[in-house]
């Protein structure tokens, strides 16, 4: 684990959140926020309540700037991601990267758990971990995220409201963590300034993605990205065998070097691994 990085983990699972200082410069978020503000300024807002109507939301942030690696990349983070959701998967995934401008007048977002987008059992897996990257400081006036300590895990089982909830105030250049199933909400913009942040989310491996990373960068612009980065957005398998292409890793797709004619190659898990070979001996025996 990298420096700082047990504690964060920590508090992540104690209270379902926290808060990484200094996570990147502050010159890289600024840079992230320059690309950015000519797709803010055309993007339209929203339409229904639960996005918002005075806010502004786009994704697809790593071919829009080449900023956006560094957040999704960022070593301690994707640690911490990476040993939250490991229990439950081999690997994890982009489960979205979306900038968010919530402009004066938005009234406080519904309060949800992000892990309610999938209908699997709630209170015993964690589906996902969130970081909001504040391109703005976040305050309590403009409408810095709504955060329920302690309402994660089994918490989520419960129907009662949990009681007070707090803003983290905190500006460019610090991470806000938080677990997929803890309450949280956006708090109204009560100021004269727009509010912006980036939001990357990391999945586990086998789950559809909020956001369609395949559409969001084809074959044709992830294979300028990195290795780590070309998996995180789907190009990799998950045991056993999901998300191939013709029966292999979709890694292939970025080498160039596509055959046109494959054969599949099995990707199984150890376990797996060892049940079809124990069959298949069983089976020569009794020939």
């Given at each position: 684990?990298p ?5 964060a983990?920590a ?5 379902g ?14 840079a ?5 503000a ?8 929203c ?14 942030l ?8 560094a957040l ?5 983070i ?15 995934q982009?489960n ?10 938005a ?5 949800h758990?992000?892990q309610d987008?999938?209908?699997?059992v ?6 996902l ?11 309590v ?7 329920y ?7 989520a089982l419960?129907n009662a ?7 983290a105030e ?13 309450l ?5 913009n009560r ?16 789950l ?7 559409l ?6 992830a294979?300028?990205f ?8 789907g ?5 056993p065998n999901l998300g ?6 979709p890694s292939?797709l970025l ?14 898990r150890?376990?797996?691994a060892?049940?079809v070979?124990?069959?298949?001996t069983?089976q020569?025996?009794?020939?």
């Amino acid at each position: 684990m990298p420096v700082g990085g047990d504690a964060a983990l920590a508090l992540l699972n104690k209270e379902g959140w926290c808060v990484v200082h200094d996570a990147l410069p502050r010159e890289t978020i600024e840079a992230l926020s320059a690309d950015l503000a000519p797709i803010y300024d055309a993007t339209p807002f929203c339409e229904g309540d639960f996005y918002g109507g005075r806010t502004k939301r786009f994704g697809s942030l790593l071919k829009r700037s080449p900023h956006a690696a560094a957040l999704a990349l960022q070593p301690l983070i994707l640690t911490i991601a990476e040993t939250v959701l490991s229990p439950w998967c081999d690997n994890l995934q982009l489960n979205l990267m979306q900038a968010i401008g919530l402009h004066p007048g938005a009234p406080a977002q519904f309060p949800h758990r992000d892990q309610d987008m999938w209908q699997g059992v709630k209170g015993e897996v964690e589906y996902l971990v969130n970081v909001m990257w504040p391109l703005t400081p976040f305050t309590v006036e403009n409408g810095g995220t709504i955060i329920y300590p302690r309402s994660h895990g089994g918490e989520a089982l419960r129907n009662a409201m949990p009681g007070h909830p707090i803003v983290a105030e905190y500006g460019p250049g610090n991470a806000f963590l938080f677990l997929g199933s803890t309450l949280h909400g956006a708090g109204a913009n009560r100021s004269a300034e727009i509010r912006n942040a980036v939001v990357v989310s990391y999945c586990l491996g086998w789950l559809k993605p909020y956001e369609n990373q395949w559409l969001a960068y084809p074959p044709a612009i992830a294979r300028d990205f990195s290795s780590e980065l070309a998996g995180l957005v789907g190009y990799r398998q998950h045991r056993p065998n999901l998300g191939n292409y013709e029966g292999i890793c979709p890694s292939l797709l970025l080498t160039g070097n596509l055959p046109e004619h494959i054969g599949a190659v099995d990707a199984l898990r150890p376990e797996q691994a060892e049940a079809v070979a124990a069959h298949r001996t069983g089976q020569e025996a009794g020939a």
